[in-house]
């Protein structure tokens, strides 16, 4: 999922291994960059450059085909999200040395498997809770340790906010470096409650923007009303609705925005997309909730039928 700190974990690989190797590359934001005009074309181009140290080549050249075809290259290809990506920068139309390695790092399993066997594909898995509650100390408090113990039971609150998620925890430990009492503490823990972390919600909701319609709409139905429910009955619902359960939630794994208990079968959410998921359908109506497609909060619900004004969708 976003923020989980795949490019992180992927360039410290990087840093460490590329000595062992003739040539390296690592190439950021793959993703990003192929949207732009001739992006593949400019990052197929600065692959080259990187490997063979040369400005100019064209990749259909004997020359350069040869020329990595005896070299022993690491490359990284950072936040891929097109198959299509990785065939023009490290596929069939390029073939590198012998003990050769390419990463890459993508929010979609299904852009890997097609690409490369299951076994070959790890998931990133969040912080663990003390390692959790050291790197949002790190940067609520920085250096002073004092403060770091006076405040454990507040700063334990604050991580069960946002769970294991690296970026997420950097980023909500940095909002309350500035709390200068433990009662700006809780009114900041207060209103996480109600107001959550913007930038925290940007990064993670690059994921559900990429979906498709199908998915957007079970993915807010999932975060509404069936997080912690059975498979099975989450899908009946969904096919009441109209939506293609089988298919959606199966891209909703793949891109980390849902997972299913092994053993309960229950689909299960992490609270911050959970979040995203209720955000957006109050974005959808902010002014009048009685024109949404979903209702979910008690007051919402109790203030329009007591005024009566719920209409049917």
């Known amino acids: ?110 852009t890997l498997r097609q690409i490369v066997e299951e076994d070959k594909i790890y998931k990133v898995e969040g912080l663990k809770p003390d390692d959790a509650l050291q790197l949002f100390c790190s940067r609520a408090f920085k250096n002073n340790s004092t403060r770091r113990t006076d405040y454990k039971e507040l700063a334990e609150k604050a991580v069960d906010c946002v769970g294991g998620i690296p970026l997420a925890l950097v980023l909500l430990g940095s909002s309350f470096l500035n709390c200068k009492s433990k009662e700006e503490w809780e009114d900041e823990l207060n209103k996480l409650k109600q107001f959550p972390n913007e930038n925290i919600q940007r990064v993670l909701r690059l994921s559900y923007d990429g979906l498709g319609r199908n998915e957007k709409e079970i993915f807010l139905d999932i975060a509404c009303f069936h997080k912690g429910k059975h498979v099975d009955y989450v899908k009946k619902m969904l096919a009441i609705r109209g939506f293609f359960a089988g298919a959606g939630i199966r891209v909703l794994v793949d891109m980390s925005l849902i997972s299913i208990h092994s053993t309960k079968k229950t689909i299960e959410m992490h609270d911050l997309l959970q979040e995203i998921g209720s955000t957006i359908v109050h974005e959808q109506c902010i002014e009048d909730p009685a024109k949404r497609n979903r209702l979910f909060n008690d007051v919402d619900i109790y203030r329009l039928l007591k005024s009566n004004t719920v209409r049917a969708k």
């Open 1 to 110: 999922m976003g923020g989980i700190r795949k490019t992180t974990l992927s360039e410290t690989v990087f840093h460490r291994l590329s000595s062992k190797f003739e040539a390296s590359c690592f190439l950021r934001n793959v993703r990003e960059n192929s949207e732009q005009t001739d992006g593949l074309y400019r990052l197929q181009n600065k692959l080259l450059k990187e490997i063979l140290k040369e400005e100019g080549l064209s990749i259909g050249s004997t020359f350069v085909r040869e020329s990595l075809s005896r070299t022993k290259v690491l490359i990284v290809l950072d936040d891929v999200s097109d198959s299509m990506q990785i065939e023009h920068l490290a596929g069939i139309r390029l073939q590198y040395g012998t003990g050769s390695r390419i990463i890459i790092t993508s929010r979609d399993r299904s």
